[in-house]
Antibody
Framework: EVQLVESGGGLVKPGGSLRLSCAAS????????MSWVRQAPGKGLEWVGH??????????DYDAPVRGRFTISRDDSKNTLYLHMNHLKIEDTAVYYC?????????WGQGTLVTVSS | DIVMTQSPLSLTVTPGEPASISCRSS???????????LDWYLQKPGQSPQLLIY???TRASGVPDRFTGSGSGTDFSLKISRVEAEDVGVYYC??????????FGPGTKVDIK
C-alpha cells in the first residue's frame, strides 16, 4: 500500500526557515516524480514544486511565489522527500502535502501545517 | 500555463437529487495513449482532499458508484446521481497531463439543503 507521511510543520516567524519531510512507502520511491502542494487557510490547492527521479535528471521546478526561497530535495536511500523553506512569509502559511502519481494513480499524504506568524 | 476553471463555484442540493460540476481546461488533457489526465477530488470540512476519479473517468477504490466522471479533451464533468449528506465539501478538478506541473480548478463548494 502506497503511503506518504508528511512531518516537520510548525510555527515559525517571518523570515525564518523550516524543513518539511515526506516519508514514502509502498512503491519504488527512487523511480517516482514527487511534488509538493499547499493549501492556505480557506483557499484552494496550489502546486508548490516538484522533483523528478534521478534517472530523469533529478531536476526541480517551482511555482513563482516560492522560487528562490524553497528547495525540494530527495534522499532515495531513505525514501524521503524534503521541502526546505527559507525566508518564510506570512502568506506561506498553509497545509503542505506531498503527492505523487504511481502507475497513473495519484497519492497524497495527510499534510502538515506551517504557520508563519510573529 | 494551463488554466482550470470550474462551474458552478457553489451548489446547494437537496438530498437524493442529482448534481453536476463542470471543469474546463485551457488546453487538451488527452494524452496520445487515449487517456485524459484529469482527476477529481473531494475535500470534506477539516480533511485533506480525497481522490474520487482519476484519468477522467476511473472511480478510485472505495468511491460510491453514484459518482461518475466523464468528458474528454478540455471539457469534463463530475456527476453525483443522488446526493447524500456526506457529499458536502469542496470539489476540485486537477490536470495531470502537464506533469510534473499540476494545476487545480478553483473548487466547487457543495452544500445540502
Amino acid at each position: 500500500e502506497v503511503q506518504l507521511v508528511e512531518s516537520g510543520g510548525g510555527l515559525v516567524k517571518p523570515g525564518g526557515s523550516l524543513r518539511l519531510s515526506c516519508a514514502a512507502s509502498g512503491f519504488t520511491f527512487s523511480d517516482a516524480w514527487m511534488s509538493w502542494v499547499r493549501q492556505a487557510p480557506g483557499k484552494g490547492l496550489e502546486w508548490v514544486g516538484h522533483i523528478k527521479s534521478k534517472i530523469n535528471g533529478g531536476t526541480t521546478d517551482y511555482d513563482a511565489p516560492v522560487r528562490g526561497r524553497f528547495t525540494i530535495s530527495r534522499d532515495d536511500s531513505k525514501n524521503t522527500l524534503y521541502l526546505h523553506m527559507n525566508h518564510l512569509k506570512i502568506e506561506d502559511t498553509a497545509v503542505y502535502y506531498c503527492t505523487t502519481r504511481w502507475w497513473e494513480l495519484p497519492y497524497w499524504g495527510q499534510g502538515t501545517l506551517v504557520t508563519v506568524s510573529s | 500555463d494551463i488554466v482550470m476553471t470550474q462551474s458552478p463555484l457553489s451548489l446547494t442540493v437537496t438530498p437524493g437529487e442529482p448534481a453536476s460540476i463542470s471543469c474546463r481546461s485551457s488546453q487538451s488533457l488527452l494524452h496520445s495513449n487515449g487517456y485524459n489526465y484529469l482527476d477529481w477530488y473531494l475535500q470534506k470540512p477539516g480533511q485533506s482532499p480525497q481522490l474520487l476519479i482519476y484519468m477522467g473517468s476511473t472511480r478510485a477504490s472505495g468511491v460510491p458508484d453514484r459518482f461518475t466522471g466523464s468528458g474528454s479533451g478540455t471539457d469534463f464533468s463530475l456527476k453525483i446521481s443522488r446526493v447524500e449528506a456526506e457529499d458536502v465539501g469542496v470539489y476540485y478538478c486537477m490536470q495531470a497531463l502537464y506533469t510534473p506541473i499540476i494545476t487545480f480548478g478553483p473548487g466547487t463548494k457543495v452544500d445540502i439543503k
